[in-house]
Each structure stands twice: as structure tokens, then as C-alpha cells.
């Protein structure tokens, strides 16, 4: 007899069940008798770290391809920055002002979204880290447009949930920030960054890193709102100081609202193209 993958072995899950019903003796209490895959303590010793890293590759990575995503352009941003009808009560006044950005998101999610939907296709389809604030749009906006988003999250020291716009069968939940930035980009066509903090600098540079030294194909990387980034990042300071090259300041572009970013995304040059040299070296 075989299961529903036409294997003529039990599975993995019988067998799950089938220990469970296994009788009440200090020998089948033992730990050492679980089965390895199905013990907690066991599957989160350090030395399988290993295991679990390759588990969190895996398991978006199949769930995807089975839901038919092909493709997706990436929102990264604040999870502080509220939505207009919220920015009374903002931290800050930087912040109440940066809540137009949570409207321009929601307009790009939603514009992107249509499209893929009257292709019929699962490509750009918008993936967020499936937070508050910027994510929160990005899911809001797709699902406004009517299709399936993706939500990234990450365990937290505090507690924390996915936004309520994320599709659910695309949203995940991870412990190791590495894999879940390797998920961010392995389907990117575009990425569009807002402002925000920490992790928004951090996935930023990630993404210029990658396109910079040739380890990954030019996408467009559009920057929501240059007087937040030139206030922050002094970009030409650093190709002054030869620590870039003048040329790697070609890889973002600045844009102000969901229009001008779909425009850019379309008339990006060298799009999909690896540099095969790096400027300045």
C-alpha cells in the first residue's frame, strides 16, 4: 500500500501518531524516545542550528512556488510611521509628517497589484515584512486591489503579530533575520524603500551591497522621500571620499509618490543585468 505520494513508505506524520499511542512506560517518557524530528528539545540544541537554518530556507521557499509566486517587489519601511488619519498621535513631529508615506505605499501596493491581476499571474507580487507602519500598507494596499500579498515577519523580543492584510497562506514567520532577507530578495524584481530605522537601513544596504558587488542582478532600488535620505545619508560624501564609486550612486533613484515609482520601475535601465566589474576597484 502507498500514501498519497505513491511511496511505499509510511510517512512521517503515521508515524508521529503512532508514537503517541505508544504505552505509558518511563522507557517511552524517555526523551531519548521521541522521534528526533518531532522533539522540540531536540530540534532547538545549538548544534542543529544547521537543521533549522536550512528548514527556514525551505519552507517558504515551497509554499511559495506552491501558492505560484513568481516573482514580487519588495516594500521595506518604518513600522513607526502611522497612517495619515493617525498622525496626531505619532512619537514625533518628523514622524506625524512621514505619514503620507504609509498612503504612498498603499497606492503603490495597490497599482502593482491590479496589474498583476489583469495579467492573471502571480509575478510582483508584493511581499512586506508583514509589520505595522510601512508593511502594514503594503499588504493593506494589495489587498484593496484584491490579490494575495506576503508578510515576513520576524520573533521579536516584544510581542507582535502580522498586520491583518497579509494573505495567510503567504505569511511567515522566522527566527534567523539572515534567511528571511535571503527570502526578500530571491524573487525581487523592484524594491521600494520608505523611511524608517534600523532594519530599514539594514535591508537597504543589504540590497545595494548585493547589486553593487555583482552578487545579484540590477533591480530598481527607488528611495520614497529625498529630503529624508539626504538628511540622513550623506550619499555623495561617500563617493567623495572613494569609499563608493560615483557610478554606485546610480543604483537608487528617488522618487516622491506611487506614480513616479511605477514609472521608474518600468523605465529602469541595465534591469536585470549583473555588473561585471566593480566601479572604482
Known sequence: MTDETGHPFRNAREDIESAGQAPDTVQARSPAYRLAFADPDFMTRDELRPVRLQLELLKPELLMAEYGVKS?????????????AEAATAQTPTLAGLARYYDEAREL?????????SDHRRDEVIVTGGGPGVMEAGNRGAAEAGGVSIGLNIVLPHEQAPNTYVTPELCFNFHYFGIRKMHFLLRAKAVAVFPGGFGTFDELFE?????????MAQIPV??????FWERIVNWE?????????????????????????????????????????????
Open 72 to 84: 514580487t517587489v519588495v516594500l521595506f519601511g518604518g513600522a513607526r510611521i502611522p497612517e495619515p
Open 109 to 117: 501596493a495597490r497599482l502593482i497589484t491590479l496589474r498583476s491581476l
Open 207 to 215: 540590497t545595494l551591497t548585493l547589486i553593487q558587488t555583482g552578487r
Open 222 to 227: 527607488i528611495l520614497f522621500g529625498r529630503a
Open 237 to 281: 560624501a561617500l563617493a567623495e571620499a572613494g569609499t563608493i564609486a560615483p557610478e554606485d550612486l546610480t543604483l537608487f533613484r528617488y522618487v516622491e509618490s506611487a506614480a513616479e515609482a511605477l514609472e521608474v520601475i518600468d523605465t529602469w535601465p541595465g534591469k536585470g543585468t549583473i555588473r561585471g566589474e566593480i566601479p572604482g576597484r
